[in-house]
């Protein structure tokens, strides 16, 4: 089982719309979450941590299940501007390296 | 500095030829990472250095990879005799180690190699 597996993709999404990906990680102890988002030959850059209780920025919504080994981000009323890959991201704690998952690839059109 | 600077953004070289890629993380991040991302793929662990503790170099694909570290700023990664399929972006991070956990990484904006 990969380490972090993400849904493949991709997703194509009309202006508006709202669409989940969804994540799941091998490790039961890692210890935290993020969802990165990664624009066409660009580097990654942070969207957002996920916490335990679930968390909002905006238009975005991330969850955990630990149980489940699942992550998973919302993205509403999607706009062009958020075209992109995003990638989910799994931190193993004791030491600070994080794995990647591939990304998936999301175009919203117009 | 402001950000992760890497140098240099890209890099055409010969095969068989060696090559050294430059990053500077943000002033005060003690850990530092490099990784791979070859064209339409994920991002591929390479290396990590935390302050004075011995790198983590189990991502390294072949002993022609080299990193080293100065103290707790400039980072290089040596790939020697470079071959066709070292062609990717590298890209370096860093953090402020013990709040990775809460904070992740910045990366750089990555050096994109291509071997002819």
């Known amino acids: 089982r990969k380490e972090v597996e993400q849904d493949p993709g991709p997703f194509n999404v009309p202006e508006g719309a709202t669409v989940a990906f969804n994540c799941t990680y091998s490790n039961s102890a890692s210890q935290s979450f993020f969802w990165y988002r990664q624009d066409c030959r660009k580097e990654p850059k942070l969207l957002m941590s996920?916490?335990?209780s679930g968390n909002e920025d905006g238009r975005f919504t991330a969850q955990l299940n630990r149980a489940s080994q699942y992550i998973s981000l919302l993205i509403r009323d999607s706009k062009l501007s958020d075209s992109a890959t995003y990638l989910c991201?799994?931190?193993?704690?004791?030491?600070?390296?994080?794995?990647f998952g591939k990304g998936t690839l999301l175009t919203v059109n117009p | 500095g402001a950000g992760v600077s890497q140098s240099p953004s890209n890099k055409v070289t010969e095969k068989g030829k060696d090559v050294e890629l430059r990053c500077d993380p943000i002033?005060?991040?003690?850990?530092l990472y490099w990784y791979r991302q070859r064209l339409g793929q994920g991002l591929e662990f390479l290396i990590y250095?935390?302050?004075?503790?011995?790198?983590?170099k189990s991502g390294l694909p072949s002993d022609r990879f080299s990193a080293e570290r100065t103290g707790e700023s400039v980072s290089t990664l040596t790939i020697q005799r470079t071959q066709q399929e070292d062609s990717a972006v590298y890209l370096c991070a860093s953090s402020l180690a013990a709040r990775t956990n809460y904070y992740g990484y910045t990366f750089g904006s990555g050096t994109r190699l291509t071997v002819v």
């Open positions: 250095f935390q302050g004075n503790s011995a790198p983590d």
């Open positions: 996920v916490y335990s």
């Open positions: 002033s005060g991040h003690t850990a």
């Open positions: 991201v799994v931190g193993g704690g004791s030491n600070y390296k994080l794995t």
